[in-house]
């Protein structure tokens, strides 16, 4: 089990040439990729993105890559001829016009504007991918292994809510032969009170609808139903992959079940034990948010 949350880095030094990649992950119902890639560099986005999809499986991920040195980028002096011949030619009517004395020297024409310009050329950039390769490897790893380090504490986590849930349900199972009997009695009592006369044996018709509101105080098939969702959710928590969304699920119908346990408990008791379930049920809900 892995958490979606981690921070992972990654950094390879080749001739000159530094590839930093940082990836940052945060808590998504899908594989959300978020690539930041140097301008030059762009067409290596596809690359990042299917590293990542090798390794994740849910999750937001922001992915920075940096890439530093002058061992794939060459600077080019250039010089605007067109620019230069018109700066002289100017230059020369103006002295003509003026009459003036004196020559254009090199270090005149180096400090006019443009003449000079200073460009980034990119030279083979093709050896920068098995460099980006490696450095998305080390972070990919790194960030695997806090994911993994905080799924252990939530698989810790989750199984203890596990324990704690098979424990009430131990404790209704105990408890509901005795609320039965008594939501029976207190049905009985009633109708006896209402008719003032004790319920002849006999009247069949009457004692089938006491039956029929002591059925709808019975929660027998919400605690099989109840062992049975632990019980999945038990194999999920040994299985290996991502196992978020199910879990997900399977609190969903935990709570569907709980919600109508307690629609049905007219008893203090199982009213707590209710209580304390969706109180389990909650904090599990919030721990499988993070859980790939």
Do not use: C
Request: aromatic share 6%; charged share 35%.
């Amino acid at each position: 089990m892995k958490s979606m949350t981690g921070y992972g880095k990654g950094r390879v030094e080749k001739d000159g040439t530094v590839v930093h990649v940082e990836l940052r992950a945060v808590n998504h119902r899908f594989l959300d990729i978020h690539v930041k890639l140097p301008a030059s560099f762009l067409s290596m986005e596809e690359a990042v993105r299917n590293a990542v999809k090798q390794e994740l499986e849910r999750g937001h991920i922001d992915i920075s890559v940096m890439i530093d040195g002058d061992g794939f980028l060459k600077k080019r002096v250039d010089i605007d001829w067109d620019l230069t011949d018109q700066y002289i030619h100017q230059w020369k009517k103006l002295k003509s016009h003026y009459d003036l004395t004196g020559e254009m020297t090199i270090d005149m024409v180096s400090k006019l504007d443009d003449v000079f310009s200073v460009k980034e050329t990119k030279e083979n950039t093709s050896y920068i991918k098995p460099v980006l390769d490696e450095a998305m490897f080390a972070a990919l790893r790194a960030l695997n292994k806090m994911r993994s380090l905080e799924g252990e504490r939530i698989w810790t986590d989750l199984q203890a809510r596990v324990r704690a849930m098979r424990a009430l349900l131990k404790r209704m199972e105990v408890r509901r032969p005795a609320f039965i009997k008594e939501y029976r009695d207190r049905i009985k009592q009633r109708v006896e009170e209402f008719s003032r006369e004790f319920i002849d044996p006999e009247e069949s018709q009457l004692l089938k609808e006491i039956a029929i509101l002591s059925e709808k105080g019975d929660v027998t098939e919400e605690l099989t139903r109840m062992d049975s969702h632990l019980l999945q959710v038990e194999r999920l928590l040994n299985e290996k992959g991502a196992v978020g969304r199910r879990l997900d699920f399977m609190i969903q119908e935990m709570h569907r079940e709980v919600n109508t346990i307690g629609s049905k408990s007219n008893d203090s008791a199982l009213l707590e034990i209710v209580i304390q379930w969706k109180n389990e049920l909650e904090k599990m809900k919030e721990q499988v948010q993070n859980v790939e």
